[in-house]
């Protein structure tokens, strides 16, 4: 695809993306998160996915022209939006900190500063906060699975609970829990 044609669409997206969460907030989200230890779900942004199968790797960011820089190299494929979180931290939220290596080519995603110091050490590089979500399951919010495959080194996340089944049984992944808490992509689920 044409690179400005790929930057049009994705931004035709982001939009109707952005269109649909405030019309879905106001008739819904507002309603469930209406405590005031939460955070503010106007602000939340798109969590946006793109997958190498190449590479055996998943990236998962909530800019746009990250996303894309990567799509456009030909080596990941924009998979969508799998979540919505915050890029500043609201109330209750705690960063979702993002660690690759560059060697094997996996991104690595936790919640929990020892799980990044671990793996700072094992050769992944600090690559910042990917967004706020919640380390509980509060606020409308719902979980969100982290899988591994040892075989290739990858690391994958959803809140998709068929493919997280499906996964798990073809004996290639293995369970890594709930990595954090986030909102749906889809506000209107
Ligand atoms: C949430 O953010 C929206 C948009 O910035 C704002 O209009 C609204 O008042 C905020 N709600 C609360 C409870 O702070
Ligand atoms: C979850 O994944 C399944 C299988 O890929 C798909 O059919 C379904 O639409 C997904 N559900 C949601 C809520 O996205």
Redesign the pocket.
């Known amino acids: 695809m044409n690179f400005l044609v790929f930057i049009f669409a994705l931004s035709s997206f982001v939009v109707s993306q952005i269109q649909g969460l405030s019309l879905c907030h106001s008739l819904t989200l507002g309603q469930v998160r209406t405590a005031a230890t939460c955070g503010n779900a106007s602000d939340a942004v798109p969590l946006y996915l793109a997958s190498s199968s190449a590479f055996a790797d998943n990236l998962y960011d909530t800019t746009v022209v990250d996303i894309s820089n990567n799509v456009h190299d030909g080596v990941y494929t924009f998979e969508g939006v799998v979540a919505s979180v915050f890029i500043t931290q609201e109330l209750s939220t705690v960063p979702l900190f993002q660690q690759f290596n560059p060697s094997i080519v996996d991104h690595f995603y936790t919640i929990d500063p020892v799980e990044r110091d671990n793996a700072l050490s094992a050769g992944y590089l600090d690559n910042g906060i990917a967004g706020f979500v919640y380390p509980s399951q509060i606020c409308g919010s719902t979980p969100f699975f982290g899988l591994f495959a040892a075989s290739v080194v990858e690391h994958y996340y ?6 997280r089944a ?1 996964m798990l049984a073809t004996g290639k992944w293995s369970d890594e829990g709930i990595t954090a808490y986030v909102l ?3 506000p209107c ?1």
Request: aromatic content about 0%; glycine content about 0%; overall charge neutral.
């Open positions: 959803t809140t998709n609970t068929t493919t499906s749906n992509s889809n689920a």
